[in-house]
Every structure is written in C-alpha cells, then in structure tokens.
C-alpha cells in the first residue's frame, strides 16, 4: 500500500472517531492556515484540512484537525455556507456568520 493510501487511511480513522458518520476522504491538505480574528487569540495554526463524505445529513462537509490540541473545527458544507477565493486564501462564512 503506498504510503498517501496507508496515511488517508489512518486519518479517516482518526476523523470516524470524532464523526462516525464520515465515510470518505474526498482530499486533505498538508497544512492549513486558519485565521480566528480574536485580537487576543491571533496566532498562526499548522493543521490538516479535510473535504468528506457523510453518510448522514448533511453528507459533505470538511474537518479542520489541529495537531497542537484537541480543539477541531467541523463545518458542514450547506446552502447557508458562503465561499470566497480571494487567491491564496479561501475564505467561508457560514449560517452564524462565523
């Protein structure tokens, strides 16, 4: 097994533990950015980005997983989640406008 399969493998794993209703890994990034624009909180986070399948409502969504805590972001990808590519940063608002 190649070494991005047997990885896909392992972290879809980790992802079921968090959401057993994950089924699939649709791709992963190797290092995600995420900005929280909290003066006191701003900080540079090195996590994965994960695009999967559900096999419950709603059945895409993706997963940010933070290596330095417990603390992951889950988002699903529904008709109130609002995208903008401004190249290199894809930025989201979702229906709390978060």
Same mark, same amino acid.
């Given at each position: 097994?190649?070494?991005?399969?047997?990885?896909?493998?392992?972290?879809?794993? =980790?992802?079921?533990?968090?959401?057993?209703? %994950?089924?699939?890994? !649709?791709?992963?990034?190797?290092? *995600?950015?995420?900005? &929280?624009?909290?003066?006191?909180?701003?900080?540079?986070?090195?996590?994965?980005?994960?695009?999967?399948?559900?096999? =419950?409502?709603?059945?895409?969504?993706?997963? %940010?997983?933070?290596? !330095?805590?417990?603390?992951?972001? *889950?988002?699903?990808? &529904?008709?109130?989640?609002?995208?903008?590519?401004?190249?290199?940063?894809?930025?989201?608002?979702?229906?709390?406008?978060?």
């Amino acid at each position: 097994m190649e070494g991005t399969n047997a990885g896909h493998l392992m972290s879809l794993a =980790a992802l079921q533990r968090q959401d057993p209703y %994950i089924n699939r890994l !649709l791709d992963v990034t190797g290092q *995600v950015a995420l900005y &929280n624009f909290n003066a006191k909180s701003n900080e540079w986070i090195k996590i994965l980005l994960f695009c999967v399948v559900r096999s =419950a409502t709603p059945h895409h969504g993706f997963t %940010i997983m933070n290596r !330095l805590s417990t603390e992951n972001l *889950v988002e699903p990808i &529904n008709k109130d989640l609002e995208f903008q590519l401004q190249d290199p940063f894809l930025l989201y608002k979702n229906g709390n406008c978060k």
